[in-house]
């Protein structure tokens, strides 16, 4: 049986209500199956730990 990860419209936001307000991730969607290998690849303040703290479950998503 083959298990994968999905994410589906996932947003995460920072610094709502100031003028520090940053879109980190925006509607991103992502299945990785058993097996697979990723590479998360992306300049300065692109969102890739953003990201993989969000897989983690370091950081809540605002939604999805």
């Known amino acids: 049986m083959r298990s994968w990860s999905v994410l589906k419209k996932i947003n ?3 610094g709502k209500g100031n003028a520090a307000f ?3 991730l925006k509607n991103l ?8 290998f990723l590479t998360v690849i992306g300049s ?9 703290n969000t897989i983690a479950g370091e950081v809540i998503p605002d939604s999805g």
């Open 29 to 36: 969607d992502l299945q990785i199956q058993e097996g697979e």
């Open 12 to 14: 995460v936001h920072f």
């Open 44 to 52: 300065n303040v692109a969102g890739k730990s953003t990201l993989l």
């Open 22 to 24: 940053r879109i980190a």
